[in-house]
């Protein structure tokens, strides 16, 4: 496939530790160090304004076309490029990932395998980091066969069978044999390159093929679901357990709109999105996981902001970075992300359901229990406190806050499923608590968010307008499926928010003006709620369109415009890969119809 740099044609490599962007000519372009929200050292995807490089590439001479795929089942990623001369060669991409030692070997470190395939292709290595986003070229010294960068906090060197000069110089020189390219900490390789790499990449090769083996896919997209799988799981940090919403800041959700934000962060109604898409595969690691990360953040009294950061930090403060022009120049880029500062009362059902599967699955070592449910507990007693108080929803409005219909229906699902625990445990006062309370919010939401005379759901309870989020009423069990104002609602909302392939959020103006693109979570939410209510054939035909728009590597970032279906917004969104993964699990035929 030859494929152009302009709309988002990257490919993903990461290992838990950190992750980097690969463009379609094989060239890093995007990677923050030493973790997901740390200095991006390789940030030319944002256009850095006073410095040349900000990447890791290879480059042919006489470049022609390029192909680029995963190794099926894996988070490697396979680039060949084509000079104009029949010449050729073929770039592996990987970050190191196995078990060793009872724990997981995840080095912040790109490791790149360069073969020739056919000719005798002129190439060039580029690796020319920037600091400070994009800000100066930092320090480096060299060795013999290694270069350092001296960067804000990590030190990061190269060692590599490529003759140091060529790269230092940026020489050409004609590829004769395969070469090797290990980028990652200060730490010398004390064995040959070629044995570490090849070593390296088996094992890597390994990992992920087991951890797809194990995963229960649906019969039909397969390929699809998989990739979409191994994306959320390069998405959670394992030192915490947070899960980012996106690796990339400030790629806008529609051409020159300046709605520019930083995604690097754990939003507990993304990840918990992530966790309920992976536990209904059967990965359920990462749900352990992250409930680590939310008992780190949880307070005594069960409060919690809608984001942290990675390391459970709670400001953080955005401001624009002037160092970079942003994604194909259109600014502003933005560091730190100021929702964190917002009232959104959904995350409360969000952990609790998120952490429901803790309780009724038996194939876990450790099971939730007495005590897990004890500290579950506050969460539910906020959301009884705050689920008729207005809040800014979880489109995070910034100029207004109304009792968004979604916020309460996620505060009905807290007590539900605490209810639910509850009874699992035998614990019978506390499950009939917490029955009272959904009862009594599912009483009150269902009146004050039912439009008779419009015969829809509102999108809050002080205003008449649809949102994309009543598709899932019927996904957290608020309503039934059959249940005829869910159904007018669905239908209303396929009137209303969905325009050609896609489905906008809302319609109503905000503080940015009216939304210009679809939000591609909400397409599969919208596809979801089809075959939910037995239009089945209609949603089968909307999701082959909608998996027709993906990137050439089955990746997909937050927003897809209308007209011609190129992606927009932050990227890989993990959103997207969760909306992917559960609409396929609904709409597949059962392996029992292959067999």
Known sequence: MDVHDANLQLGVIGNGSFGALVDARGRVVWACLPAFDGDPAFCALLSPREHGGGDFGIELEDFARAEQAYVPNTAVLRTVLHDAHGGSLEILDFAPRWRQNGRFYRPVSII?????????????????????????????????????????????????????????????????????????????????????????????????????????????????????????????????????????????????????????????????FVVRALNRLGATRSMEEFLRYIFNIATHDGTLQPLYGIGFEERLEEHEVESLAGYRGMGPVRRGNLAWIQKQHDVYGSVVLASTQLFFDQRLADPGDAHTFSRLEPLGERAFAL???????????????????????????????????????????????????????????????????????????????????????????????????YVATVEAIGRELRH????????????????????????????????????????????????????????????????????????????SHVGLIIAAMRLSRSWQEAS
């Not at 292709?121 to 060299?142: C, F, K, Q, S």
């Not at 679901?225 to 915490?240: F, G, N, P, W």
């Not at 506390?430 to 759901?457: C, K, M, S, V």
């Open 112 to 272: 790149r395998r360069i073969t020739p395939l056919t000719g005798s292709p002129r190439i060039r290595v580029r690796a020319r980091p920037l600091a400070d986003w994009g800000a100066r070229a930092p320090e480096h010294t060299w060795g013999s066969n290694h270069i350092r960068w001296l960067l804000p906090a990590f030190t990061l060197r190269l060692t590599t069978d490529v003759p140091v000069r060529f790269i230092r110089d940026g020489l050409p020189f004609v590829l004769g044999h395969r070469l090797h390219l290990v980028l990652g900490p200060d730490e010398p390789v004390t064995r040959s390159i070629d044995g570490y790499v090849e070593e390296a990449l088996g094992r890597t090769l390994d990992y992920w093929r087991e951890w797809v083996r194990y995963l229960s896919v649906p019969l039909e997209w397969q390929e699809a679901v998989i990739r979409s799988a191994i994306t959320l799981k390069l998405c959670q940090y394992e030192d915490s357990g947070a899960i980012i919403a996106a690796m990339t800041t400030s790629i806008p959700e529609a051409p020159g709109s300046s709605r520019n934000w930083d995604y690097r962060y754990c939003w507990l109604r993304d990840a918990a």
């Open 387 to 485: 689920y008729d108080v207005p809040d800014a929803g979880l489109w995070e409005f910034r100029g207004r806050a109304e009792v968004h219909t979604y916020t309460a229906a996620m505060c009905w699902a807290a007590c539900d499923r605490l209810a639910k625990i509850a009874l699992r445990l035998g614990l019978d006062d506390r499950a009939g608590y917490w029955r009272d309370r959904a009862d009594t919010i599912r009483a009150t939401a269902l009146e004050r968010a039912w439009r008779p005379q419009a015969n829809h759901f509102s999108a809050s309870f002080q205003s008449d307008y649809l949102d994309a989020s009543l598709l899932l009423l019927a996904d957290i069990g608020f309503v039934a499926p059959d249940d005829p104002r």
């Open 500 to 575: 050609g392939d896609g489905v906008f959020r809302y319609l109503a103006p905000d503080d940015f003006g009216t939304p210009e693109t679809s939000f591609t979570i909400c397409t599969f939410w919208y596809i979801d709620a089809l075959a939910a209510v037995g239009r089945m054939d209609e949603a089968r035909e909307l999701f082959e369109r909608v998996l027709s728009h993906r990137n050439h590597l089955g990746l997909l970032s937050e927003d897809m415009a209308f007209e011609d279906g190129e992606g927009w917004g932050n990227f890989p969104q993990t959103y």
